[in-house]
């Protein structure tokens, strides 16, 4: 049966550039896991760390597929983008390191916390990324 | 499930369905089910959008009526700053407090006063407060509702301070009861308030303890009464009308007033509900802690603008404005003895006695596998609706009919457009060879001269197309805003001719290219290019 498997997954494209739109998607994350009655705290570290992980999108990369998947025991957040990727992970987890531009920082973006803060809002965090090529986000939460 | 008190009632014999209150919901609390409204308890926020939508007034404030006043020996009326923009400039507080007594209370109180020691209450607890930033208000009853239904993780933002009409309440049941021998309960506390939140505030504080208040009689009930009581004050010399008023207190009544007269720098005032929730969002995502100070009001421009008032909200905005300012020329001092409250609140004067409790809504249950295979169903029931959020089916957007499904509450049957069959007549002729028939103009790049058109349906209604065409179907209309390509899309329509030579908005155009929906233009009008049409599909063997 269609509703039989207990994980629920959903996915989101992300643009870059797209300002606009900028995080509607952790929205929508939050709105699910809401709706299905997760604690609210736990919603808020989530919705912490897909909205900096949105945004990195939008700043940097050209485009992302954003997944949500629910299980019983955790929440998993994976973001795969298409853009410049990293070059120096270990910097780029340093507090205050930053490649914005002087535009992003005018908007209140690019204070070199994002990752940092992703994790820091996560039980277990993963990152990967091949220059030129994209970077890959693994966000996990644990429920309990 | 929790049982929730709200401060509106639905007059079914008022209600005609009109489904205004359910549109401007901004918390999708209200369905209509058959043919009447109603209020789905744990998601209202008590914010009065709804009363001010209702054409038919079926939408009532529960405020007490007068005759409250008579079960207590001795009452007292406190009055909201927002009472005092009601009136013109000439008319001060003074005289409006010295009619609220000619009205029939014993005694009346401006709450301004303790507003502004509960400013000062606040500036000291936000130099010394640690905890997280910003810190939010909670002076608005709405705004602390939808922090805990919609924002269960930011309680910890508001400030743990009581609020002005409580303290207020509290000092005045303390001395009173001293000063008259009476019990606390004998005396009747009513506030005059401008907005339904407040009521509800008292009959069930959002901390779920009592209230010291014993009632809320609206502004909008007593406006007229206290106009015609205010003719017998006699008029006070200009210079007593100002004393005892509270500079910091008054400017309560409007949206950013704490923080103007806190001067407060480093502080974000805002109002409306749904600017308030861009707010909270920003605060949920990390993005707001350098500031220190967040103050919210559910009303446009603050109290003045509570949906029991009476002034037009500019007006009575610019009213306190100009009080202010009044009050500043004549160098009227803080009336808020600051040393005095420096005091009481070492002496935790100031505090709440109980901690506010965030209060989500779990539409699905308790149970997480429960719930997770329940969202998966609203999911794939979402996915397979018009999501034209049209509100026919009685919920107010295709995402909550999805969620009323799933939990019983409505069928999917109730959704009309699932009742529409959309089976064309059987005949058929390609869209090129009609295009060089009628010699109609392509209005858009996206082509599809293959598609198979079933025939034609003239109409300018939206509704009515959405509700009698069907697929495949040339769709002959004289309206060109962007609303039509949703339509087309929805019924699988051929296309759209546009008559009369009429231009669609570039907004349309954009739209049918995304859409792909094939706009056609012609020179006649509907009538000729109908019978043109029906000449060349319907009428043929």
């Known amino acids: 049966m269609f509703f039989q498997n207990s994980a629920l997954s959903e996915s989101f494209e992300i643009k870059g550039g797209d300002f606009n739109r900028a995080g509607s998607v952790s929205t929508k994350i939050k709105e699910t896991l809401q709706d299905i009655g997760i604690d609210s705290n736990i919603i808020r570290r989530a919705a912490i760390a897909s909205y900096e992980a949105e945004m990195n999108v939008v700043m940097y990369a050209r485009k992302a597929d954003f997944t949500l998947t629910l299980t019983l025991a955790s929440i998993l957040i994976i973001v795969k983008d298409e853009g410049k990727g990293i070059t120096d992970i270990e910097a780029a987890m340093q507090e205050g390191y930053s490649t914005a531009t002087t535009e992003m920082r005018e908007m209140g973006f690019g204070a070199g916390m994002g990752l940092p803060n992703i994790k820091r809002n996560a039980d277990d965090f993963k990152i990967t990324s091949v220059p030129g090529k994209g970077t890959v986000l693994e966000i996990l939460i644990y429920l309990n | 499930m929790d049982h929730y008190t709200h401060s509106l009632r639905i007059d079914e014999e008022k209600c005609n369905g009109h489904m205004k209150c359910m549109r401007v919901c901004p918390t999708q609390a209200i369905r209509v089910r058959n043919g009447k409204a109603i209020i789905k308890e744990e998601k209202c926020i008590d914010c009065g959008e709804c009363i001010t939508a209702c054409p038919t007034g079926a939408i009532v404030p529960l405020t007490d009526p007068f005759g409250e006043l008579s079960k207590f020996r001795h009452t007292v009326a406190l009055s909201s700053p927002a009472l005092y923009a009601q009136f013109g400039r000439e008319i001060m507080p003074s005289k409006i407090l010295a009619g609220l007594k000619k009205l029939g209370f014993d005694d009346s109180f401006d709450l301004a006063i303790t507003c502004g020691e509960a400013s000062l209450a606040l500036h000291t607890y936000l130099e010394e407060s640690s905890g997280p930033q910003p810190i939010i208000s909670n002076a608005c009853p709405t705004v602390v509702?939808?922090?805990?239904?919609?924002?269960?993780?930011?309680?910890?933002?508001?400030?743990?301070?009581?609020?002005?009409?409580?303290?207020?309440?509290?000092?005045?049941?303390?001395?009173?009861?001293?000063?008259?021998?009476?019990?606390?309960?004998?005396?009747?506390?009513?506030?005059?308030?401008?907005?339904?939140?407040?009521?509800?505030?008292?009959?069930?504080?959002?901390?779920?303890?009592?209230?010291?208040?014993?009632?809320?009689?609206?502004?909008?009930?007593?406006?007229g009464p206290l106009l015609y009581a205010m003719e017998n004050v006699e008029k006070d010399r200009y210079h007593e009308t100002m004393e005892g008023?509270?500079?910091?207190?008054?400017?309560?009544?409007?949206?950013?007033?704490?923080?103007?007269?806190?001067?407060?720098?480093?502080?974000?005032?805002?109002?409306?509900?749904?600017?308030?929730?861009k707010v909270f969002d920003d605060i949920e995502r990390g993005r707001l802690q350098h500031i220190d100070f967040v103050e919210a009001h559910s009303c446009p421009h603050g109290c003045v603008g509570g949906s029991l008032t009476v002034e037009n909200l500019y007006t009575s905005y610019n009213k306190i404005l100009k009080l202010i300012e009044t009050l500043e020329i004549e160098q009227v001092s803080v009336c808020a003895d600051y040393a005095k409250v420096i005091k009481r609140y070492q002496e935790n004067y100031f505090f709440k006695a109980r901690k506010l409790k965030p209060r989500p809504i779990k539409p699905f249950g308790q149970d997480l596998a429960v719930a997770i295979r329940k969202r998966k169903e609203k999911d794939s029931i979402y996915a397979d609706l018009p999501q034209i959020d049209c509100g026919a089916c009685g919920s107010p957007t295709c995402l909550t009919f999805a969620e009323d499904v799933v939990t019983g509450e409505a069928k999917l049957s109730d959704c009309i457009l699932k009742q529409i069959p959309t089976a064309g007549t059987g005949k058929k002729m390609k869209v090129n060879e009609i295009r060089k028939h009628?010699?109609?103009?392509?209005?858009?790049?996206?082509?599809?001269?293959?598609?198979?058109?079933?025939?034609?349906?003239?109409?300018?209604?939206?509704?009515?197309?959405?509700?009698?065409?069907?697929?495949?179907?040339?769709?002959?209309?004289?309206?060109?805003?962007?609303?039509?390509?949703?339509?087309?899309?929805?019924?699988?329509?051929?296309?759209?001719?546009?008559?009369?030579?009429?231009?669609?908005?570039?907004?349309?155009?954009?739209?049918?290219?995304?859409?792909?929906?094939?706009?056609?233009?012609?020179?006649?009008?509907?009538?000729?290019?109908?019978?043109?049409?029906?000449?060349?599909?319907?009428?043929?063997?």
């Open chain 2, 438 to 541: 009628l010699h109609l103009k392509k209005l858009t790049a996206y082509d599809h001269p293959d598609m198979d058109v079933t025939g034609g349906y003239t109409s300018d209604l939206l509704s009515d197309v959405i509700a009698h065409s069907n697929a495949g179907n040339l769709w002959i209309t004289l309206q060109t805003h962007q609303n039509i390509i949703a339509v087309a899309k929805l019924k699988d329509l051929a296309g759209i001719i546009i008559v009369n030579n009429r231009e669609p908005d570039e907004e349309t155009i954009k739209k049918a290219e995304t859409e792909k929906v094939m706009l056609m233009g012609c020179k006649e009008r509907a009538f000729q290019i109908s019978a043109k049409l029906f000449n060349l599909i319907d009428s043929k063997d």
């Open chain 2, 245 to 277: 008023m509270c500079i910091l207190g008054i400017s309560w009544a409007v949206e950013g007033g704490i923080c103007r007269s806190l001067e407060m720098r480093n502080s974000i005032s805002v109002s409306g509900i749904s600017e308030t929730m």
């Open chain 2, 145 to 223: 509702r939808l922090l805990q239904v919609r924002y269960p993780s930011l309680i910890e933002h508001i400030t743990p301070l009581e609020i002005p009409r409580e303290l207020a309440a509290r000092e005045i049941k303390k001395k009173k009861s001293k000063q008259y021998g009476l019990k606390e309960k004998e005396i009747g506390i009513f506030y005059i308030t401008p907005c339904p939140a407040k009521m509800i505030a008292i009959k069930q504080p959002a901390e779920k303890s009592r209230s010291y208040l014993d009632g809320a009689i609206s502004i909008s009930d007593i406006y």
